[in-house]
T-cell receptor, first 113, second 111 residues
Framework: AQTVTQSQPEMSVQEAETVTLSCTYD???????LFWYKQPPSRQMILVIR??????QNATENRFSVNFQKAAKSFSLKISDSQLGDTAMYFC??????????FGTGTRLTIIP | DAGVTQSPTHLIKTRGQQVTLRCSPK?????VSWYQQALGQGPQFIFQ???????QRGNFPDRFSGHQFPNYSSELNVNALLLGDSALYLC??????????FGSGTRLTVV
């Protein structure tokens, strides 16, 4: 079975600090894509960052970066210089070869002023 | 460039009724996937449509059915509604494996 696990239901951090959200997954496939999505109270799922499993270089997108450890099947998201607007639910998701995007259960992140 | 549009945004139905939710994909996208997101949970895959056919399906009963039209828009139908069907229903469109673009969802409440 292809599963995605987020073990941190809730996290909070002071504004301007750095926070890391964890994600692990399980698959026997070798080629897949990994994503972090942000879901604010507006409900829309917004793509934060994307990583191809065949690339060794970790993806970065402004204040957002990932630590992708393929052998460990780990895909964590680091948010630097956190801002109040980063407060949201964050979902890790993996697009396996069958092209079905599978989500974790989410981490509720709160940025404290 | 319009993103994914879903309608309606909210609706309330009575147990046993039927409901139809609609989705217009992002311009240029040819694949539509539907997800059910219960409160406090991650989205669960319902099914995916490509070239007007159901390409794959998640672990949902036959009460959940769908359709894709030639213009790539899609509908999700749920028959014989149960209280447990209350959730946010998300539509996502995609083209290849570049990632999915999501709509804002339809909040369905079954009473």
């Amino acid at each position: 079975a292809q599963t995605v696990t987020q073990s941190q239901p809730e996290m909070s951090v002071q504004e301007a600090e750095t926070v890391t959200l964890s994600c692990t997954y399980d698959t026997s496939e070798n080629n897949y894509y990994l994503f972090w999505y942000k879901q604010p109270p507006s409900r829309q799922m917004i793509l934060v960052i994307r990583q191809e499993a065949y690339k060794q270089q970790n993806a970065t997108e402004n204040r957002f970066s990932v630590n992708f450890q393929k052998a460990a099947k780990s895909f964590s998201l680091k948010i630097s210089d956190s801002q109040l607007g980063d407060t949201a639910m964050y979902f890790c998701a993996v697009l396996f070869g069958n092209e079905k995007l599978t989500f974790g259960t989410g981490t509720r992140l709160t940025i404290i002023p | 460039d319009a993103g994914v549009t879903q309608s309606p945004t909210h609706l309330i139905k009575t147990r046993g009724q039927q409901v139809t939710l609609r989705c217009s994909p992002k311009s240029g996208h040819d694949t539509v996937s539907w997800y059910q997101q219960a409160l406090g949970q991650g989205p669960q895959f319902i099914f995916q449509y490509y070239e007007e056919e159901e390409r794959q399906r998640g672990n949902f009963p036959d009460r959940f059915s769908g359709h894709q039209f030639p213009n790539y828009s899609s509908e999700l139908n749920v028959n014989a509604l149960l209280l447990g069907d209350s959730a946010l229903y998300l539509c996502a469109s995609s083209l290849g494996q570049n990632g999915y673009t999501f709509g804002s969802g339809t909040r369905l409440t079954v009473v």
